[in-house]
């Protein structure tokens, strides 16, 4: 029964994050957070490339050094599976992806 009080008593107290002006000082801390790391990617890209000692060619060097470039490419690469595997969940009659609901039942 001590076990179920502790539980009632800590569902009845509002925790830090329930009050709004708290839930809006951590949205701004966070968007903060991002504008900083993004400002810091831009002076690092800008002034140098992070990877240069391992290639010599400077084709590579080109794209790489572009600000937030392994943050757009890596977010674009994850939008591309997303649909690629929406798109192969669709084909035909014949599911690549998905199985019917009672599939093991059967």
Not at 14 to 39: A, T
């Amino acid at each position: 029964m001590r076990k179920n009080s502790k539980i009632q008593k800590s569902r009845t107290q509002p925790s830090w994050l329930d009050q709004p002006e708290n839930r809006k000082k951590s949205i701004r801390w966070f968007y903060g957070l991002c504008g900083f790391l993004i400002l810091i990617d831009l002076v690092f890209s800008l002034g140098w490339h992070k990877h240069a000692a391992f290639s010599e060619d400077l084709s590579l060097h080109t794209v790489e050094t572009l600000p937030a470039f392994y943050g757009v490419f890596g977010f674009l690469g994850c939008a591309v599976l997303v649909y690629l595997s929406k798109f192969l969940s669709r084909i035909g009659e014949k599911n690549i992806l998905t199985r019917e609901e009672d599939y093991w039942e059967k």
